[in-house]
């Protein structure tokens, strides 16, 4: 990701401020940002308040520390908003540096609105988490994000800093700091150490929008962004998906619409059959008028005679554990299962949903049942749509739940299995990334399940993908913006939307 001569001088600013030499992180420092952001942005830094090295001859009682700030901060003192720390240790000598995000003691001013957009919050978490996966911090220390990036009055917990190294017992930065913290990682003067500072130091510049050179910026689009996109969400394989079904028996596959739930729960009941698990499998789903009646037992008139007859009425559930045989279990896959009332729709047979366990109850018509170890669920459940019951904590701790969002590669996969050309498919994934972009950085958490999902972009020729985009997929983002949803990206939104009408007319 970055080359030996970046890594060379990032070491020796590192070193520097091991050191606490004050000078020699100034010319280490400004070697570093006209490499990244070119002369005339380097040779001010030590003059506009964006550089605080001057910390390192022991203000502040004498906690020593070098920053990056806002273009506005004052050359000392209290200062407000957003940086960027670096802490050396207080052994004698130092070896250990404390990397993080940090907010100013005189709080968050001018970037409140900034530090609101989800993407902060998100590549922050998600960058720490690419640190600790490569290795970057130092071997054995924790790494840590606060909820909420803007959280200054919260410390950071006591057995987080208790991992963090020669940190451990810096008292009086924990006194002083602590909650000014939003994250932390532990890094020293090594090669490891100076990737995760340049990353650190890259991500601060996209906060603050100050220009990377072309270099840098390639490194920020080719390598650092996807690496930490790879790290927001997964993927579930139908191989997990199956050895996770086959110990914990009740799943629910939850997401926004188009993610290929079903197609997934699917998959799963063919890999089971091919390997012996299950002897077949069957598919309901459930709406809101589905009942106990429906889905357990009942009793139904019988329109084949003459004259009105009831006969008992056997439901999916109690077919499905009748079909099991002694080796080979069987599974139900109840599609939209959370539009349906579930309290009401299982009843007394709720307590049968207990992974582990060969419960039995007696059923409203006194019948016995029993549940077998090898009987599956495998749920689905579309979390965009807010009209829909909310299922209860009783139902949840019987079921686990997996997260299936929008994926890139998922997409990829789909259309080379469909042997779509290369151009249509770079085609398609232009469009797929840009949605995805727009709701990683605008989005907030519970935004994120409105995304279109990657069926929604399942295409074999230009023209067939472009007809998804303008009767499927935007017609979609206009009724959310519609509704008030996606506020912080209703500009991006109209701006794709036109990007697709012109699209369309060429």
Request: glycine share 6%.
């Amino acid at each position: 990701m970055f080359n030996r001569d970046e890594l060379e001088k990032t070491k020796k600013l590192l070193n520097s401020i091991l050191q606490k030499n004050a000078d020699a992180s100034l010319k280490y420092a400004i070697e570093i940002f006209e490499l990244i952001f070119g002369k005339n942005f380097s040779k001010e830094i030590d003059k506009n308040g964006v550089l605080r090295y001057r910390s390192l001859t022991g203000p502040e009682d004498n906690i020593y520390y070098f920053g990056v700030l806002y273009e506005n901060a004052p050359l000392s003192g209290v200062y407000e908003n957003f940086s960027l720390v670096v802490f050396p240790d207080n052994s004698n000598p130092s070896s250990q540096l404390l990397l993080c995000f940090g907010i100013g003691t005189g709080g968050i001013t001018d970037d409140a609105e900034l530090l609101a957009i989800p993407w902060i919050q998100r590549s922050i978490t998600l960058l720490v988490k690419v640190i600790k996966k490569e290795s970057w911090n130092i071997t054995e220390t924790r790494t840590f994000v606060k909820d909420n990036v803007t959280d200054d009055y919260s410390a950071i917990p006591e057995w987080i800093r208790n991992f963090l190294g020669n940190f451990a017992g810096y008292n009086e930065l924990w006194r002083k700091y602590g909650k000014y913290l939003p994250s932390v990682c532990v890094i020293n003067d090594s090669d490891e150490g100076a990737k995760a500072f340049l990353s650190h130091l890259i991500l601060y510049a996209k906060f603050r929008d100050w220009p990377l050179l072309r270099n840098f910026e390639e490194i920020w689009q080719n390598k650092l962004l996807p690496e930490i996109m790879s790290e927001w969400r997964t993927y579930p394989s139908i191989e997990e998906l199956s050895n996770y079904l086959l110990e914990r028996k009740y799943l629910i596959l939850q997401g926004p619409p188009g993610t290929g739930k079903t197609f997934l729960a699917e998959e799963i009941a063919k890999k089971l059959l091919n390997n012996d698990k299950i002897s077949g499998y069957d598919i309901i789903q459930f709406h809101a008028s589905v009942s106990y009646e429906d889905f357990i037992e009942g009793i139904r008139p019988d329109t084949n005679e003459n004259q009105l007859i009831f006969r008992n009425y056997v439901g999916p559930l109690l077919k499905a554990i009748n079909n099991i045989q002694d080796k080979k279990g069987y599974l139900l896959i109840i599609d939209e299962i959370n539009r349906g009332d579930l309290a009401k729709i299982l009843g007394e047979a709720i307590f049968l949903f207990e992974a582990g366990e060969e419960r039995k109850i007696t059923l409203k018509s006194g019948k016995e049942i029993k549940m077998p170890k090898n009987f599956y669920v495998i749920g689905t459940m579309n979390t965009a749509d807010r009209t829909i019951a909310i299922l209860d904590f009783a139902i949840r701790r019987r079921f686990a739940f997996i997260d299936i969002y929008p994926h890139s590669k998922q997409l990829a996969y789909i259309l080379s299995n469909r042997n779509v050309v290369d151009e249509i498919k770079s085609f398609i994934t232009k469009y797929f990334n840009h949605i995805q972009w727009i709701f990683f950085k605008y989005a907030s958490s519970e935004e994120l399940n409105l995304q279109p999902g990657h069926t929604y972009f399942i295409a074999e020729t230009r023209e067939n993908f472009l007809n998804r985009l303008k009767y499927e997929i935007s017609p979609l983002l206009r009724e959310y913006l519609n509704e008030g949803r996606l506020s912080l990206a209703k500009n991006e939104i109209l701006a794709f939307l036109e990007q697709i009408e012109n699209e369309a007319q060429d």
